[in-house]
Each structure stands twice: as C-alpha cells, then as structure tokens.
C-alpha cells in the first residue's frame, strides 16, 4: 500500500512542477546572497543531528548534493552553504519566518502540514512503531507487539492497555497518532510528551514509561547512536505510513521545480544508494523500487 502511496504522491508533485512556475522570494534571495540555509535537527539521526559541531546524516547528505543543483541551475560561481539548527517543535516557523531555505530532517508529508509549507517528492518512507519497555506489563507488551496492532479491537486493546503511560516526541506524527486514534479507542491512557527520542528512550529503559512511539527508522538510528542496538526492542509493526520529504517555503515554484529534478536525476542515476548504504547498511530490493519510483513524476 505504502509503493501505492509514494507513486501518487511522486505523480502529484511531478504533475504540481510540470507547470509554468513563478519566481519566489527563496531563490531570489540565494542567488543575491550566493548562500543557502539548511535547517537541520539535532536529534533525528540517521536523518539529522549533529556532531561535535557539524551536521551529518542521510539527509544532510542528501541536501548538500542538492546544493550544487541549485548552484548549476542558477549559474553561480559559488554557493555558501549555511546550516541551521532547528526543533520539531520550530521546524516548520523557521520556514516561514525566513530563517531557513530548505528543511532537512525527517519530515512526514501530511495535509495539515501542506497548509504551512510546500514538500518535494517523497526521499524516504517509514511508519511509527514501538519501543516497549522491559517493565511493561505482559497484556501491554504483547498488545504492542502484535502485528495486528492498528487493528486490534477496541476491546482487546481497552482490556491491554486502559491505564498505561505512552511517550512520543512533541510536535510528531507519533504524537498525532497517540492522540487521534489510539487514545480515542483506548480512552484511559497518558501520554508524556519528551524533549527528544534520546529521553523518551531512557524513560522507557527506566520503566518511567510503558513504551515510547516514533518512526521505525528512527528508534532504530537512535539506539545505534546510543549504543543501545540489541538491547532494547523495536516492534518491526508499523501503524502509520510516513513519507519523508524535504520541506520548503510555501509557494516558491522555483525552488521546488530545482529540487524535485535533482532529486530525480539523484534517484535514477542511483546516486542516491551509496548515502543510503552509509547510513542504514546494505539496499534491500524494496528500497530499490522505493527510488525507482522516484521517477513516476518525470
């Protein structure tokens, strides 16, 4: 289901820059500054964070080849390449206030979101799983763990989970889906709001919390930065389908017609399989197709 989507969404942003665009205020702005801004988390790895200093991970990398897209497309004999710490919390603001030119994080697609900002063609998909806590309770730990989980009846998971404490990170689609869908079949449940993956991690390690809720790819890259791959478990069962994409000022047909063409030609010169490699180990056939795909919108 989730190719399905990704398809979709590819022919839907190809069809949106098939168009005749309009200059906007972001590209302008580079190419009088000769400088791009790069917001970036400091929290999301394998995606984003930062180390001793320096931003690094999948999309990072990604955003960097990027860069020197723009920097052809629009003729520049150099292109600086500022980066911006940014938040879950602010990601979307720093957009729209102008501080940064290009969000690379780990960005779902959602309609809401399209309201704030515009998104090229989808770099990435997950879905928000589970990390259950070793003191979880058997009837909550094998009601998360079921594969079956965001179909489980209401009753089955009333009887498992009425009473536990759940976090997720503030300001996520895993909070969303927390709040929207299982709170609402569930009723009785807490949710603790983190100030990163790191604390919602610990606070399930430590029995704070029942589980702790974020996209697959990135509990999986947040204990292998800790140092805790193995020790703790990850639910392989997704509960949502989350399209990464990167964001962008709202309405800026330039810049969004630059980047989805690179991106493109990133994907199907595959280009794009050594950044992948480097952050999450050998390509499986699924992520193959994943990338070729990537050019339904050509």
């Given at each position: 289901m989730g190719r399905i989507i990704f398809a979709v969404l590819c022919l839907g942003f190809g069809l949106a820059s098939a168009g005749p665009g309009h200059a906007g205020p972001v590209i302008d702005r580079i190419v009088a500054k000769k400088e791009i801004r790069?917001?970036?988390?400091?929290?999301?790895?394998?995606?984003?964070a930062m180390r001793e200093g320096v931003a690094e991970g999948f999309t990072v990398d990604l955003c960097r080849m990027l860069t020197e897209a723009v920097r052809l497309e629009q003729g520049l004999g150099t292109l600086a390449v500022t980066t911006v710490v940014v938040g879950a919390e602010d990601r979307f603001s720093a957009l729209q206030e102008g501080r940064i030119d290009v969000l690379c994080g780990a960005t779902t697609i959602t309609l809401d979101r399209m309201d704030l900002v515009?998104?090229?063609?989808?770099?990435?998909?997950?879905?928000?799983?589970?990390?259950?806590?070793?003191?979880?309770?058997?009837?909550?730990?094998?009601?998360?763990?079921?594969?079956?989980?965001?179909?489980?009846?209401?009753?089955?998971?009333?009887?498992?989970?009425?009473?536990?404490?759940?976090?997720?990170?503030?300001?996520t689609t895993a909070e969303q889906w927390l709040r929207d869908d299982l709170a609402r079949v569930v009723g009785d449940i807490e949710i603790v709001l983190m100030a990163d993956h790191a604390h919602g991690i610990a606070a399930a390690e430590r029995g704070e919390?029942?589980?702790?809720?974020?996209?697959?790819?990135?509990?999986?890259?947040?204990?292998?930065?800790?140092?805790?791959?193995?020790?703790?478990?990850?639910?392989?069962?997704?509960?949502?389908?989350?399209?990464?994409?990167?964001?962008?000022?709202?309405?800026?047909?330039?810049?969004?017609?630059?980047?989805?063409r690179a991106l493109r030609s990133i994907f199907i010169s595959e280009q794009i399989y050594p950044v992948y490699e480097k952050h999450f180990g050998p390509l499986a056939p699924e992520v193959r197709e994943f990338y070729r795909l990537g050019d339904m919108g050509h």
């Open positions: 790069l917001g970036v988390r400091a929290d999301a790895p394998p995606f984003s515009d998104f090229t063609i989808p770099i990435f998909d997950t879905g928000v799983t589970v990390l259950v806590s070793p003191d979880a309770s058997y009837d909550v730990a094998t009601a998360l763990m079921d594969p079956r989980l965001a179909d489980l009846p209401p009753h089955r998971l009333q009887r498992a989970l009425r009473g536990a404490k759940f976090g997720a990170r503030a300001s919390i029942d589980a702790y809720f974020a996209d697959l790819a990135i509990l999986n890259g947040q204990l292998r930065s800790l140092g805790q791959d193995g020790r703790l478990t990850v639910s392989r069962n997704v509960v949502t389908y989350e399209p990464y994409a990167l964001a962008i000022p709202l309405g800026d047909d330039d810049l969004r017609v630059i980047l989805n």
